[in-house]
């Protein structure tokens, strides 16, 4: 992948991260707003289903992450997406890349917001990007 092309990956991640940061203040319109301006449909989960769903989930009396763990979260998921984002047909590509999303899964206690983050955004855009390119 191309540097211009990480570059709208890390805009998405870093924006998702903005939102999550300002969440006292974001509405949907918010969330409407980042997923126009970034067109890719799997990376628009980042925003409905990862930052949308966790700011619903607190607003209805959830414990949020502590800033910090949201921010860490965000940086390790962009530098999974980053190391593994020229995906191959190898079990040790795909081996590896499950066993990093494991181990940072489990070091947030496997809550829902981990998991969106890392399997239905940073993995099936992956996913994508690999049948894409078969």
């Not at 997406?81 to 795909?94: A, G, M, V």
Request: glycine residues 6%; charged residues 25%.
């Amino acid at each position: 992948m191309n540097v211009g092309e990480l570059r709208k990956y890390w805009s998405a991640y870093t924006d998702a991260w903005k939102l999550m940061k300002n969440r006292q203040m974001v509405n949907s319109e918010h969330v409407v707003q980042m997923v126009k301006k970034h067109e890719n449909p799997i990376m628009n989960r980042l925003f409905c289903l990862v930052v949308w769903q966790e700011i619903k989930r607190i607003k209805s009396g959830g414990f949020p992450l502590q800033d910090k763990q949201y921010e860490e979260c965000f940086t390790g998921a962009w530098k999974l997406f980053k190391k593994y984002n020229e995906p191959i047909d190898s079990d040790e590509y795909w081996n590896g890349l499950v066993d990093m999303i494991g181990a940072m899964s489990k070091e947030y206690g496997n809550c829902s917001f981990i998991t969106n983050l890392l399997i239905h955004a940073t993995l099936e855009e992956l996913e994508r990007i690999w049948r894409t390119g078969k």
